[in-house]
């Protein structure tokens, strides 16, 4: 197995989790996400992974993750994830797929380094729908290093930008959660 896929799955799974733990009343609950709810958050995180099996298919992405992404999510979110990561494992089940070159806003990539890419995405999106939430947010140790190594070449790049927050300081002893956090602009 790569070590993306099996990053990535360990990423999607615990995000899964995470959606099963959140108690249903707190779905329309203000997140850490600028202007997003629980809700938000989980739609965003679903519709991208339907669009990364679209791209792994070469077809449109039936859905745009920035937009109203609550919609995505819908009445049960719970059941909107579940249906998302039917599609995504089978995507990606065959070890085949991981050497497909597809197109992606990054532009060229293999569905290999696609996933990876996501990692991060998923991972700080757990921790972010864990506080909306009010469920456990310790994220897992090696993803969250995987993530750091992946984001510290680019932090000044990602700082301030649509996607992240502006960095926060930490102190130099501070674990890596609560780093890869501040990096992107979140406080642990």
């Known amino acids: ?54 791209t792994i298919i070469g077809e449109r992405s039936p859905m745009n993750p920035m937009k109203d992404p609550g919609r995505h999510a819908g009445t049960d979110p719970a059941a909107a994830w579940r249906a998302a990561l039917a599609a995504i494992v089978a995507a990606v089940g065959d070890d085949s797929v991981l050497e497909r070159v597809v197109t992606t806003w990054r532009g060229e990539v293999t569905v290999e380094k696609m996933l990876g890419y996501n990692v991060g995405d998923t991972t700080i999106h757990t921790w972010d729908l864990a506080r909306a939430g009010g469920v456990d947010d310790r994220l897992d140790p090696d993803l969250v290093q995987a993530v750091l190594e992946l984001y510290a070449p680019m932090a000044d790049v990602i700082a301030g930008t649509r996607m992240f927050g502006d960095q926060l300081e930490v102190p130099a002893a501070a674990d890596a959660q609560t780093r890869l956090l501040a990096m992107v602009g979140r406080r642990g």
């Open 1 to 54: 197995m790569s070590a993306n896929r099996d990053r990535y799955l360990r990423a999607i799974a615990a995000f899964g989790a995470t959606v099963e733990a959140i108690d249903p009343s707190r779905w329309d609950a203000p997140s850490p996400c600028t202007e997003w709810t629980a809700r938000d958050l989980a739609g965003h995180v679903i519709a991208i992974q339907h669009s990364i099996v679209a």
